[in-house]
Structures are given as C-alpha cells and as structure tokens.
T-cell receptor, first 111, second 113 residues
Framework: DTEVTQTPKHLVMGMTNKKSLKCEQH?????MYWYKQKAKKPPELMFV???????INESVPSRFSPECPNSSLLNLHLHALQPEDSALYLC??????????FGPGTRLTVL | DQQVKQNSPSLSVQEGRISILNCDYT??????FLWYKKYPAEGPTFLIS?????DKNEDGRFTVFLNKSAKHLSLHIVPSQPGDSAVYFC????????????FGAGTQVVVTP
C-alpha cells in the first residue's frame, strides 16, 4: 500500500458542529502532517506528528485538535469552526524528515 | 515572510517542448528541496527532490537544477505532455527544521497541443 487516504472527501459543517477528519497510511511512515490549503495558495503546515507524538504546532487555533491514535492513523478534530476555516485539508506522511507524500485532501466548507 | 518564491504564476508551453519552472529562496539554511505537481481537487504528488550537496537530479522527463549561490532552483520537463498541465509547487526545508517545508505559491502550467 503506497498511498495516503483521507476521509471524508467533502465535509460541510455549521459553526456549532463537531466533526473529525481522518487520515491513514500503511507505508510504515513515522511522521504525519496536517496542512491547510486555501484556493490559489500554497499548503500551510498546521501540525507534525513524529512517532505518534506532536512535535510541531504552527500556532493553530484550539478549535483544531489533532490526534494520532497509532502510527498509521491521524485525526483532526474540528469544533466551533469559522467560515474562514473553509479550505482543503491535506494530510501527508514521510518515512523521515524528507519527502512527504500527500493524501487527496478533504474539502471543508463551514457555513 | 515568504521564503520560497515562484514568481511566475503561470506558464504556457507547446506539447513536445521544454517546460522550465523557476523557484527562488531566501533562507541560506535550506538544504533539501522538493517539487510537487497538483491537479485540481487532489493532493500534491511528489515529483522529484534535490539535496543541497547536489546541483542536479534527474528522473525520466524531470530534471531539477540547484544553484546554491543564486538561491535558485528550476524544474525542467522534457518533453512536455498534455498530462503535465497542473500546478507545480516547489518546497524547501532548512537543516534545523525537521519536517517543516516552506512551499512556494505555485506555477500553473498549461501544455497546449
């Protein structure tokens, strides 16, 4: 298995909802990442997990809460989001600190 | 502060010709560089990488050149194919920034018949 999968593909949520994004990889990569990408902008790093521990938080608001239950799985819990949080959320994994492999993303719309 | 810059937002090239995409960076601590290709509504796909100890890396139709003194890298695609039409991002990581890649704004490539 040489890919990163993300579910759901699309998500529409209200500002009071709680939802979660899921990312999975079975390549044995020990680093996993969450990025946010707005239209016509580059991906922006949000969180990095290394060996299932949070190693980087790029000053992301607490309404985004990451979780790494095991080495293959990465979740992003969402609560009380704002319309400006609407974006493509990308998950990536890497075997070391080098090349990152991205999933297809979850297109999030906050109403 | 944008440390990785792709100053050409778009590039149009004829099928079969060479596509040259440019990327400039400002941080002299960057030591590893990646190029990604992205189709709409998909995640970026890794294309090719280069370490600062090299000045060229080749993989099939894709070649990346690194000029450290000019803080410049370029991606050459030869020959260009219609399937190469996508947005291309360069990304760079500093020696002391494990896992933290800075991305350029991207260049939209359109390959015409």
């Amino acid at each position: 298995d040489t890919e990163v999968t993300q579910t759901p593909k699309h998500l529409v949520m209200g500002m009071t909802n709680k939802k979660s994004l899921k990312c999975e990889q079975h390549m044995g990569h020990r680093a996993m990442y969450w990025y946010k990408q707005k239209a016509k902008k580059p991906p922006e790093l949000m969180f990095v997990y290394s060996y299932e521990k949070l190693s980087i938080n790029e000053s992301v608001p607490s309404r985004f809460s990451p979780e790494c239950p095991n080495s293959s799985l990465l979740n992003l819990h969402l609560h009380a989001l704002q319309p400006e949080d609407s974006a493509l959320y990308l998950c990536a994994s890497s075997p070391t600190s080098d090349t990152q492999y991205f999933g297809p993303g979850t297109r999030l719309t906050v109403l | 502060d944008q440390q990785v810059k792709q100053n050409s937002p778009s590039l149009s090239v004829q099928e079969g010709r060479i596509s040259i995409l440019n990327c400039d960076y400002t941080n002299s601590m960057f030591d590893y560089f990646l190029w990604y290709k992205k189709y709409p509504a998909e995640g970026p796909t890794f294309l090719i990488s280069i370490s600062s100890i090299k000045d060229k890396n080749e993989d099939g139709r894709f070649t990346v050149f690194l000029n450290k003194s000019a803080k410049h890298l370029s991606l050459h695609i030869v020959p260009s194919q219609p399937g190469d039409s996508a947005v291309y991002f360069c990304a760079a990581r500093a020696t002391d920034s494990w896992g933290k890649f800075q991305f350029g704004a991207g260049t939209q490539v359109v390959v015409t018949p």
